[in-house]
């Protein structure tokens, strides 16, 4: 599906391609699964953050159908982790854990305005979001031996790493008519990136790993993060912080990056290793 502005969005793989039967569940680690099923209850919600987009380009039917084409994909890979999680644990199901998710996370699918203060900030948060999810997909692939979760982690990836060509193309059309310096895309997309462990993130490891107890969002905060700091390495964080800096308006592997991504690597250790001390 071809936009006015050369963007698209396609679906390249489905369910059918993945090698089910290649599952080894031998191969499987414990806390990769856990945040496989926080992640699949993210993506799977998708739809809602369609609706959300939608109703802030309320005027801009081309992006209102880039969207909701986004949001297949999405859901998509929701469903993929969702499936594999339940061949692997079989007392996991998709479908009921991601209720429990919604009835206690849920976004504003009716506004009207972006919370970024305009368009090109929102569309540079979508950039800074799927900047992490490239990230971390690549990564988790990278680190997971079980060859299935390794598949569907390289095809999530791609189509993250789409993704965020796809909302910059679309900020660099509103840029042009809003004017948005590069200091406030910079602020926006370093807001966006710290947003990284905020409540969605956490109730959805609670959603989808938690008993009956009640959500405490500062353990399971440390639960999910704790587990998925750990399959970071530098060459990840220099890649993600080139694509920040690109949403931003920056060279990507210029002076900045130079700068920033031993700072930021010294982060995410001193993160990791503080969480492994703390436990959950």
């Avoid at 856990?34 to 939608?54: F, H, P, Q, T, W």
């Avoid at 802030?56 to 969702?82: K, M």
């Avoid at 060509?165 to 710290?194: D, N, P, Q």
């Avoid at 353990?219 to 931003?248: N, Q, S, W």
Wanted: charged share 30%; proline share 3%; with cysteine.
């Amino acid at each position: 599906m071809q936009g006015r502005d050369g963007d698209s969005i396609v679906k390249h793989w489905t369910l059918d391609d993945i090698p089910w039967d290649r599952l080894d569940r031998r191969r499987v680690d414990p806390e990769v699964l856990r945040i496989v099923k926080a992640a699949a209850m993210v993506e799977y919600n998708g739809g809602d953050y369609a609706s959300y987009l939608c109703g802030v380009f309320h005027d801009d039917a081309d992006f209102q159908r880039a969207a909701r084409e986004w949001a297949v994909e999405e859901v998509q890979h929701g469903e993929a982790l969702g499936r594999w999680a339940e061949l692997v644990d079989p007392g996991f199901d998709l479908r009921s854990a991601f209720k429990r998710f919604k009835d206690g996370f849920q976004i504003d699918t009716t506004a009207e305005s972006s919370i970024r203060g305009s368009r090109t900030g929102e569309l540079v948060a979508r950039c800074i979001v799927e900047t992490g999810t490239s990230s971390y997909y690549t990564a988790l692939m990278e680190t997971v031996d079980e060859p299935v979760l390794k598949e569907i982690c390289r095809n999530i990836a791609a189509d993250e790493l789409r993704h965020y060509k796809l909302f910059y193309s679309h900020m660099r059309r509103y840029l042009k008519r809003e004017k948005v310096s590069r200091l406030r895309r910079a602020m926006v997309a370093i807001s966006r990136a710290g947003e990284t462990e905020d409540d969605e993130l956490a109730y959805a490891y609670y959603a989808a790993n938690a008993g009956s107890e009640p959500y405490s969002r500062r353990r399971y905060t440390r639960a999910y993060a704790r587990r998925a700091y750990g399959v970071y390495r530098p060459h990840h964080v220099r890649r993600g912080i080139a694509m920040l800096l690109k949403a931003a308006g920056f060279e990507p592997y210029g002076r900045i990056n130079r700068v920033v991504t031993p700072l930021a690597w010294r982060f995410v250790r001193t993160r990791q290793q503080l969480l492994a001390l703390g436990g959950d």
